[in-house]
Each structure stands twice: as C-alpha cells, then as structure tokens.
C-alpha cells in the first residue's frame, strides 16, 4: 500500500490492523497513504530513506526544511499514544528520544532520528548493556509524572479482579497456586503503588543509538507507578540469548542487582513489583487463551530474590 507520494505501508502492518483489528482499525490503515502525504506536506518534510513498522506502528524517516533528519510515527489513536505524547512532553528528550512535533487529532508524532539499525542488543557483554540501560531508566524516572497517566494502583485493582476467572482457566494445580501467590504479593503492595513515571516497557529493543548521545530510549507506555514495575522487561530482554548461556537465573539476578543499585531501590520491594508485572503478563496471556504460564515468567520468579 503507498502514498501519493510513494510511502510504501509494509504488508505486515496491514495484515496486523485487518487481521486483529475491526472496522475502525480498517478504516484507519486505509487512509494511512493519505495522511502520511498530508503530514508531509503541512510539515514541510521531506522523504528520506525506507520506511519501518512495528505492529502497531509506521515509521516514515523524513528531512525537515532546515536539513535537521527527523522521523515521523503514525499510529492509530489510543489510550496509550496519548500517554506517549504527554511522557515524551514531560521528558523533553532525557534519557529518551526527543519529541519534534505532533498531531493530536491523528496521533502522529514528528520525532529526533535515531540509528534504528543498532539497538542495545548489539552490545555483547551484558553489563555494559545493563547498565547503559539502567543509566537511562534511572533519568526517566527522576522526571516528576505529569496529569493525564494512568496509575499503577488502577492498574493492580484489575489485574487482582481478574485472578478468580484466570485461575480457573488454568488446569495445572501448580500454575493456579503460584497466580495465587503473586497475587498475595501485588495485594500487599497495592497500597503504595508509588508516584515516579515509568517507561513500562523498556528493554534492549527499545533503546537505539544516537548522535546527541549514545543511546536514547524509545516507545514509552507511561505510567504512573513504583520504578519497581518497570523492571521486567530490562530482566527479560534478549530471553534467547539469555536461555543459551545455560544459567538462567544467574543472569536475571545479575540484572536484577544492576538495576536495583542503579536505581537505589529495595530489593524486596523491587522484587515484589517484578512478580506483579509477572502477574500481568500471565494475565495477558490467559486472554489470549494460553493455559499454563509461560515458563520465561517462571524462570524469572524464580531468580528473583525472596518477596
């Protein structure tokens, strides 16, 4: 699918929005081509290189009047690319990608350009890569959240909600008793839910190279919440990699360590946090009709240190 003014929408993100999507989602990746060229024009951007998607999203590299290189993102409007635009406001560019520009009505954002070929995972000693990843998380949350967020103790009445349904979807005894046990734990931290602003999905893929800095973060789902909410996806990220070292839960509390002291966190707490995100997960995948839990979620329960 392509533009007036030759933007080519990949396949695989057309088939993610008829697939999975309804009517409005038809509609919206239908007239994608034509707001991409209506954003070019109204924006004086000029086509520059091949175009990226995720699933959700398009990613357009483009060259401003003044020769800057930026990059515009498309979307369809969600509760979540509104809580992206006011994080990347609140942030202006600490620690993660810098936010040129955006539509409101369409959802579209005009972003820095970022080298999307060179993530996190290119660096090989995990350390380094933590930590570099830590450095960043620690900024994104010294950043006071602003209005408009959901917050996380919201977030810990749903999850607690959907336990009796999800439980008795699942046959295995073992996988009901632990669903059970993290949700002990998330009943027992959901009176402080904390108050920083969290990226919530922050790992090795989500962080490119820069010029104005080394690495940068990318795709931020704000939230309002404990930092230790946010360290999930930093204790799986690259699993494969992970898994073929043989020594699983040496590497995640490795990890675990890192970030903790980065971040001058509790580690029970932070740990508690952890097994809530599990929790979420799981649910999720539930949702989807999965009926064990998925043995990474395990693995990384089972590493953390004692709730």
Same mark, same amino acid.
């Given at each position: 699918?392509?533009?007036?003014?030759?933007?080519?929408?990949?396949?695989?993100?057309?088939?993610?929005?008829?697939?999975?999507?309804?009517?409005?989602?038809?509609?919206?990746?239908?007239?994608?081509?034509?707001?991409?060229?209506?954003?070019?024009?109204?924006?004086?951007?000029?086509?520059?290189?091949?175009?990226?998607?995720?699933?959700?999203?398009?990613?357009?590299?483009?060259?401003?009047? *003044?020769?800057?290189?930026? #990059? +515009?993102?498309?979307? $369809?409007? /969600?509760?979540?690319?509104?809580? &992206?635009?006011? =994080? @990347? !406001?609140?942030?202006?560019?600490?620690?993660?990608?810098?936010?040129?520009?955006?539509?409101?009505?369409?959802?579209?954002?005009?972003?820095?350009?970022?080298?999307?070929?060179?993530?996190?995972?290119?660096?090989?000693?995990? *350390?380094?890569?933590?930590? #570099? +990843?830590?450095?960043? $998380?620690? /900024?994104?949350?010294?950043?006071? &959240?602003?209005? =408009? @967020? !959901?917050?996380?103790?919201?977030?810990?009445?749903?999850?607690?909600?959907?336990?009796?349904?999800?439980?008795?979807?699942?046959?295995?005894?073992?996988?009901?008793?632990?669903?059970?046990?993290?949700?002990?734990?998330?009943?027992?931290?959901?009176?402080?839910?904390?108050?920083?602003?969290?990226?919530?999905?922050?790992?090795?893929?989500?962080?490119?190279?820069?010029?104005?800095?080394?690495?940068?973060?990318?795709?931020?789902?704000?939230?309002?919440?404990?930092?230790?909410?946010?360290?999930?996806?930093?204790?799986?990220?690259?699993?494969?990699?992970?898994?073929?070292?043989?020594?699983?839960?040496?590497?995640?509390?490795?990890?675990?360590?890192?970030?903790?002291?980065?971040?001058?966190?509790?580690?029970?707490?932070?740990?508690?946090?952890?097994?809530?995100?599990?929790?979420?997960?799981?649910?999720?995948?539930?949702?989807?009709?999965?009926?064990?839990?998925?043995?990474?979620?395990?693995?990384?329960?089972?590493?953390?240190?004692?709730?």
């Amino acid at each position: 699918m392509s533009s007036p003014q030759g933007i080519e929408v990949p396949d695989a993100l057309v088939a993610s929005y008829t697939r999975n999507g309804g009517e409005e989602e038809r509609t919206w990746i239908a007239r994608l081509p034509a707001l991409v060229a209506e954003l070019l024009d109204r924006w004086e951007l000029e086509h520059d290189g091949g175009t990226r998607s995720g699933e959700a999203s398009l990613v357009v590299p483009v060259r401003r009047t *003044d020769g800057t290189r930026a #990059a +515009l993102k498309l979307q $369809m409007p /969600r509760e979540e690319t509104t809580a &992206a635009l006011i =994080g @990347l !406001r609140a942030w202006q560019g600490d620690g993660i990608v810098r936010l040129l520009d955006h539509d409101s009505q369409s959802g579209a954002v005009l972003l820095e350009r970022l080298d999307g070929s060179r993530t996190l995972a290119s660096v090989e000693d995990d *350390d380094v890569a933590m930590s #570099a +990843l830590a450095g960043l $998380m620690a /900024r994104l949350h010294s950043v006071s &959240a602003p209005e =408009g @967020l !959901r917050g996380l103790r919201d977030v810990a009445r749903d999850m607690l909600a959907s336990v009796p349904a999800a439980a008795a979807a699942l046959p295995g005894t073992e996988d009901q008793r632990r669903l059970h046990g993290w949700a002990s734990t998330v009943t027992e931290l959901a009176g402080e839910p904390g108050d920083r602003m969290l990226h919530w999905d922050l790992h090795y893929d989500n962080v490119l190279a820069a010029e104005r800095e080394p690495w940068l973060a990318i795709d931020p789902e704000p939230l309002v919440g404990d930092p230790g909410f946010d360290l999930w996806p930093a204790l799986d990220t690259g699993w494969e990699k992970l898994h073929a070292t043989g020594d699983v839960p040496r590497m995640v509390r490795r990890r675990f360590d890192l970030l903790t002291e980065a971040l001058g966190l509790d580690r029970r707490r932070a740990a508690g946090w952890t097994l809530a995100r599990l929790l979420q997960n799981t649910l999720w995948d539930i949702e989807d009709g999965r009926t064990t839990i998925a043995l990474s979620q395990i693995a990384v329960a089972e590493a953390l240190p004692r709730y």
